[in-house]
C-alpha cells in the first residue's frame, strides 16, 4: 500500500502542477456554461412567445406539456455534457502511459515495489479523481434545472452518479489505449474513436441481423446514460459501466505482459 | 548506510550484506527474427562489480532487461539471488536499485519529490523515507538542487538523482545502465567518481561502451558482442588483450 499511496501522490503532483489540468477544468466548465445558458435562453423565448400570444399575460396552462425546463434544458445540457467527456477525457489520459514509455520511465517504475496492476489502478484512481472534479464543476448549472423542476436530491444523485460511472467508463478507455502506445497522439485519437464507437451503435442495427441488433443495442452508452439522466438507477447500466473500466483496465494491464514478450 | 529499510528484513527488503548473485545460463532473447541475445551464460558473484560491455545495439541493455523482469527470456534463465524476475519480479526488485540512462526521469517532479516518490515506491515510509531521502541527497551532494525541478538540471545532476533513487533502500545489488552518457568529462569524473566509491558494498552490474570506465570500475567483465558474450574475465585481462577492440567489431567469435 505504501508503494501504491507514493504512485498515486506523484501522479496527483505531476497533473497538478502542470497548466493543463486547470486549463481543461475551466474549458470543460465554461463550454458547459455556454451550453446551459445557450438553451435556458431558448427556453425562455419560447415561454415568451407563448406569453406574448396570450393577450391577457402570461398563463402556465397555455404552454404545452413538452416546453419545459427538463425536456427543454436539462436533457439536452445533459446530453452535451456526456459528449464533451467523451471529447475531453482522451485528452487527459492520452499521456498517462504513453508519455511513461516515451520517456522511459516506465522501465523505471517497473522496477520498483509497484506491481502492473497497482500502477494501473493508481493511475486510474487518480484521471478518474481528476474527471469527478471535473464533472462536479461542470454539473453546476444542470443541477439548478434539477432543482428548479424541483425533483429533489435523490434525483440529483442519480444523475450525477451517470455521470461518474460514464466518466469511469471513459476514463478507463483512455487508459487502454494510452497503454498500448508511446505516442500521445495515437492514444488520444484511439479512445476518442473507441469512445465515439461505443456511445451509440444503434447506427448499425440496420445493417445487422435481429439478434445482433439487439446486442448492438446493449453495447451502447447514450441509452444508459439517459437512463441515469431521467433519474433510473438501474443495476444493469451500473454493470454496464463497471464492466467496460474492468474490461478496459484489464487490456491496459495485459499491455504489460505483452511489452515483457513482444518487447 | 543509507535509509531505514538497510541492513532489515523490514517491507521485504533483503538484509544488506556483500550483495547477491546474478546467474543467466543460456540466456536467449529474440525480436521477432532478430537475436538480441544469444546463449548468453554468465555468473556475477554477491559483491563482485561486474561491466558489460559492447558497442551500441550489442545486447546490453536487453540483457538489463531481463535481470529487471522487464522482458522475458525466449529461452534460457536467469536468477538474481536465486530468483526468477520473470516468476517473482518483486521479490527481484526488492532486491535491487537500477540507474537508468541519463534523462529517464520525471521533468516535472522536484529532486526531493522525485526521491520520496520512488522510496515510497520502493516500500519506504513515515521517517525512514525521510532519513533515506535525506541521506541521499547528501551522499549524492545534491544538497544545492534539492528543490528544483529534475528537468532543470544539468545532465551531470540528473544523473546524481538517478544515482540516488537507485540507493535509497540500500539494495543488495544495483544494476547502471550507460551511466555516464552525453555527460562533459568533469561530470563523467564526478559520477564515475561516485561509483566507485560505492563499489564493494553490494553487486554492481555496470552496462557501457566506455572501456576505461569498466577498467576503473569493475573487477570483471563480459564483452557482448552482436548478442553473444565474446569475452569473460578479469578487466585487466580482458581489456588489457591486444585484440581487445577486436572483440567489438562484428565477427568476434563466442567465449569458450
Known amino acids: 500500500m505504501t508503494a501504491l499511496r507514493a504512485l498515486m501522490r506523484k501522479e496527483l503532483a505531476s497533473l497538478f502542477g502542470a497548466p493543463t489540468a486547470y486549463l481543461a477544468l475551466s474549458m470543460v466548465a465554461l463550454v458547459t456554461a455556454l451550453i446551459f445558458f445557450d438553451h435556458l435562453r431558448l427556453y425562455n423565448q419560447i415561454l415568451f412567445v407563448y406569453a406574448s400570444a396570450t393577450m391577457g399575460g402570461f398563463a402556465s396552462d397555455s404552454v404545452p406539456d413538452y416546453v419545459n425546463l427538463w425536456d427543454s434544458v436539462f436533457f439536452p445540457v445533459m446530453e452535451t455534457l456526456g459528449l464533451t467527456l467523451i471529447g475531453t477525457v482522451p485528452l487527459i489520459t492520452m499521456g498517462v502511459f504513453a508519455e511513461e514509455r516515451a520517456r ?79 505516442s500521445q497522439l495515437v492514444a488520444a485519437v484511439s479512445a ?13 442495427s440496420s445493417f445487422v441481423g435481429e439478434r445482433i441488433a439487439g446486442l448492438l443495442d446493449a453495447l451502447s452508452m447514450q441509452p444508459r446514460y439517459s437512463s441515469f439522466a431521467g433519474g433510473v438507477v438501474s443495476l444493469a447500466n451500473v454493470v454496464y459501466f463497471a464492466g467496460i473500466a474492468l474490461v478496459s483496465l484489464a487490456a491496459a494491464r495485459f499491455s504489460f505482459d505483452l511489452r515483457r514478450v513482444s518487447g | 548506510m543509507l535509509g531505514a529499510a538497510a541492513g532489515t528484513e523490514a517491507g521485504g527488503v533483503p538484509q544488506q550484506g556483500r550483495g547477491v548473485a546474478v546467474e543467466a545460463r543460456g540466456l536467449t532473447r529474440r525480436f521477432g527474427p532478430q537475436l538480441a541475445l544469444d546463449a548468453v551464460t554468465l555468473r556475477i558473484a554477491p559483491g563482485e562489480s561486474f561491466a558489460l560491455l559492447g558497442a551500441n545495439g550489442a545486447g546490453k541493455t536487453t540483457f538489463i532487461r531481463l535481470v529487471t523482469g522487464f522482458l522475458l527470456p525466449s529461452a534460457g534463465s536467469i536468477t538474481v539471488d536465486g530468483l526468477s524476475p520473470a516468476l517473482r519480479p518483486s521479490q527481484v526488485h526488492a532486491r535491487l536499485g537500477f540507474v537508468m540512462e541519463t534523462s529517464r526521469l520525471y521533468p516535472e517532479l522536484r529532486v526531493r519529490g522525485f526521491l520520496r516518490f520512488m522510496g515510497g515506491a520502493r516500500g519506504l515510509g513515515g521517517a525512514a523515507l525521510a532519513r533515506a531521502v535525506d541521506a541521499a541527497i547528501a551522499r549524492f551532494h545534491l544538497e544545492p538542487v534539492a528543490s528544483r525541478l529534475i528537468g532543470n538540471l544539468s545532465k551531470g545532476y540528473q544523473q546524481r538523482v538517478s544515482l540516488a533513487q537507485a540507493f535509497l533502500t540500500d539494495p543488495p545489488l544495483v ?47 563480459g564483452v557482448l558482442n552482436a548478442g553473444r558474450l565474446v569475452a569473460e574475465g578479469e578487466a585487466s585481462e580482458v581489456l588489457g588483450r591486444e585484440d581487445a577492440l577486436a572483440l567489438f567489431r562484428t565477427g568476434a567469435e563466442p567465449a569458450r
Open chain 1, 104 to 182: 522511459g520511465t516506465d522501465e523505471l517504475l517497473l522496477t520498483t515495489r509497484l506491481t502492473p496492476w497497482q500502477v494501473v489502478l493508481a493511475k486510474f484512481a487518480v484521471a478518474y479523481l481528476f474527471i469527478t472534479l471535473m464533472m462536479a464543476v461542470s454539473f453546476l448549472y444542470p443541477a439548478t434545472a434539477i432543482e428548479q423542476g424541483g425533483l429533489g436530491l435523490e434525483h440529483l444523485s442519480a444523475v450525477f452518479l451517470g455521470l461518474t460511472l460514464h466518466g469511469a467508463g471513459l476514463a478507463s478507455i483512455g487508459l487502454a489505449c494510452s497503454a498500448f502506445t508511446s
Open chain 2, 175 to 221: 544494476i547502471v545502465d550507460e551511466p555516464t552518457g552525453g555527460l562533459d568529462p568533469v561530470q563523467r569524473g564526478e559520477v564515475q567518481a561516485l561509483l566507485r566509491a560505492l563499489r564493494g558494498e553490494r553487486s554492481l552490474l555496470l552496462c557501457t561502451h566506455d572501456l576505461e570506465e569498466a577498467r576503473m570500475l569493475a573487477g570483471r567483465v
Open chain 1, 192 to 204: 476518442w474513436a473507441v469512445a465515439f464507437l461505443f456511445w451509440d451503435l444503434t447506427w448499425a
